[in-house]
């Protein structure tokens, strides 16, 4: 299993700035995945964070918008640039790790960030 | 990844069986089952999964038709902590999940 700890839980942000949102999980992994849930709504994959190279980003999702850094196999950080209203939603971390004694694997989810732009 | 179709909502009695049924008729060979769950505010929670044969685990029963193209999740005795979004995805592993609308359960006393 893995433990993931997302940074901040929750934040009221200006139009205009930035935010940076941390994802830190409690062992090495090596698929990290940045997903967008708008109120309501279900969860959309941004992007996949990847060690040592840029990250890879899904239809209607761009570097600009969405900076990622994944430094090391334990973390990763996401950030919403120039936000505006329409940025509101939550912003999960999630991981893959291989379930023990198969090829298959399981995904953990941290909880979240809840991000409110006014 | 395979598509999946969920009912959009289901209500179950608290304490009775919870059957939440998904199609996923274009499944490859190769593709898992996978059953995940939102509880409001909260992360996606695992619950189980599959290749095949039928699982069970301290959650949740997994039944697979013979064929794979559909599949039930089974919360053998719901309780009100079990209303949450849950999501049917088949996949290979170490593939993003691609999650779908699911099923809104709402467990009523």
């Known amino acids: 299993s893995a433990v993931i700890s997302q940074k901040p839980s929750r934040d009221i942000c200006q139009r205009g700035t930035s935010l940076t949102i941390q994802c830190q999980v409690d062992?090495?992994?090596?698929?990290m995945f940045w997903y967008r849930q708008q109120p309501g709504q279900s969860l959309t994959l941004i992007a996949t964070a990847n060690q040592g190279s840029e990250a890879t980003y899904e239809s209607g999702f761009v570097i600009d918008k969405f900076p990622i850094s994944r430094p090391n196999l334990t973390f990763s950080t996401l950030t919403v640039s120039n936000m505006s209203p329409e940025d509101s939603s939550i912003y999960l971390c999630?991981?893959?790790?291989?379930?023990?004694?198969?090829?298959?694997?399981?995904?953990?989810f941290g909880q979240g960030t809840r991000l409110t732009v006014v | 990844d395979a598509k999946t179709t969920q009912p959009p909502s289901m209500d179950c009695a608290e304490g009775r069986a919870a059957n939440l049924p998904c199609n996923h008729s274009?499944?490859?060979?190769?593709?898992?089952v996978y059953w995940y769950r939102q509880i409001h505010s909260q992360g996606p929670q695992y619950i189980i999964h599959g290749l095949k044969n039928n699982e069970t685990n301290e959650m949740a029963s997994l039944i697979i038709t013979e064929d794979r193209k559909s599949s039930t999740l089974i919360l053998p005795h719901a309780t009100l902590r079990d209303t949450a979004v849950y999501y049917c995805?088949?996949?290979?592993?170490?593939?993003?999940?691609?999650f779908g609308t699911g099923t809104k359960l709402q467990v009523i006393p």
């Open positions: 995805i088949v996949r290979r592993g170490y593939q993003k999940v691609t």
């Open positions: 062992s090495q992994v090596t698929m």
């Open positions: 274009t499944i490859s060979g190769n593709e898992y």
């Open positions: 999630s991981v893959e790790t291989q379930k023990t004694g198969g090829l298959n694997t399981e995904a953990f």
